[in-house]
């Protein structure tokens, strides 16, 4: 069942990409802003109802989040024991300013924890995916290879590459560091394409200061798990999904190495309740 979903997933993943990359190229979509004044396309829109109707379709009786949707009522989510959590475009700043990376993700949670995650980079043709206890993954075309972070030959005193945002001012991420080792920036679009160049050993953490929700980190959660990694909030603690009723995450990291010393590396902070 588990191999089924993941299948299914991939393909939804890669239609509702292709969508999007159209949309991308024709430059065939409207911007706004949302009450949070966060940016929205209308192709995050329309990726999002064909991924949702997509869902609807194979798997009935699991319900869906979307960004891009209205939520459901707390009360009534605290009873799902599973769901699907997608966010059609991460990185829809990055769509607008035509940096090219931006993704699809998609999750599916089982008992408030993340089991499978798929992640589509339109852009880049290439496809990211996860199932719990099963590996991680990259296929691009019709190659597919499996995945992990980057070993330290020394974990106390190797270079550091740590992935950081285009859009976002870089000082208050630097200011976190509380390191003399050698930190190696490497600019990169959405969150989820961070997890994943992490996943992969390109780059070997990622700092996250600002508003998210959970379906920025469901999908990848899955993939840096699987890859060797983890993702925790500010104050090295796991993040947890659909326990509280808010959807929105707390500042968080993406930790390849678990060699590494994080908590030497970055300064922690007690995360905000939400």
């Known amino acids: 069942m588990a191999e089924t979903m993941l299948?299914?997933?991939?393909?939804?993943?890669?239609?509702?990409?292709?969508?999007?990359l159209s949309m991308y190229e024709r430059r065939d979509y409207k911007t706004a802003e949302k009450k949070d004044d966060s940016p929205v396309t209308t192709a995050d829109l329309v990726a999002s109802e064909l991924i949702e109707d997509r869902l609807k379709q194979?798997?009935?009786?699991?319900?869906?989040?979307?960004?891009?949707?209205?939520?459901?009522?707390y009360n009534e989510r605290r009873q799902w024991r599973a769901y699907f959590i997608i966010d059609p475009i991460d990185g829809t700043q990055e769509f607008i300013s035509r940096s090219g990376d931006f993704a699809v993700n998609i999750a599916y949670v089982e008992?408030?924890?993340?089991?499978?995650?798929?992640?589509?980079?339109?852009?880049?043709?290439t496809l990211y995916y996860a199932r719990k206890g099963a590996g991680?993954?990259?296929?691009?075309?019709?190659?597919?290879?499996?995945?992990?972070?980057?070993?330290?030959?020394?974990?106390?005193?190797?270079p550091i590459i740590i992935a950081i945002s285009r859009q976002q001012a870089r000082e208050p991420v630097f200011n976190r560091l509380q390191t003399?080792?050698?930190?190696?920036?490497?600019?990169?679009?959405?969150?989820?394409?961070?997890a994943c160049f992490i996943a992969e050993g390109k780059a070997d953490c990622f700092l996250r200061l600002g508003p998210t929700g959970e379906w920025d980190t469901a999908a990848s959660q899955v993939i840096v798990g699987e890859a060797g990694g983890r993702i925790v909030n500010e104050n090295f603690e796991p993040i947890t999904y659909n326990?509280?009723?808010s959807l929105l995450n707390p500042n968080f990291l993406v930790l390849g190495d678990q060699n590494v010393p994080w908590e030497e590396v970055f300064i922690a902070r007690q995360a905000r309740f939400r």
Do not use: M, Y
Request: glycine share 6%; with cysteine; aromatic share 6%.
């Open 7 to 20: 299948e299914k997933l991939k393909e939804i993943a890669f239609e509702a990409g292709g969508v999007i």
């Open 136 to 158: 991680a993954f990259k296929q691009k075309e019709n190659e597919k290879q499996s995945i992990s972070v980057r070993k330290f030959s020394d974990p106390q005193a190797d």
């Open 180 to 194: 003399k080792r050698d930190i190696q920036p490497l600019p990169t679009g959405s969150c989820s394409l961070k």
């Open 243 to 245: 326990r509280t009723v």
């Open 58 to 73: 194979s798997f009935p009786d699991i319900p869906v989040i979307s960004e891009e949707s209205e939520h459901q009522d």
């Open 111 to 125: 008992n408030n924890e993340p089991v499978i995650g798929v992640i589509f980079w339109p852009v880049g043709e």
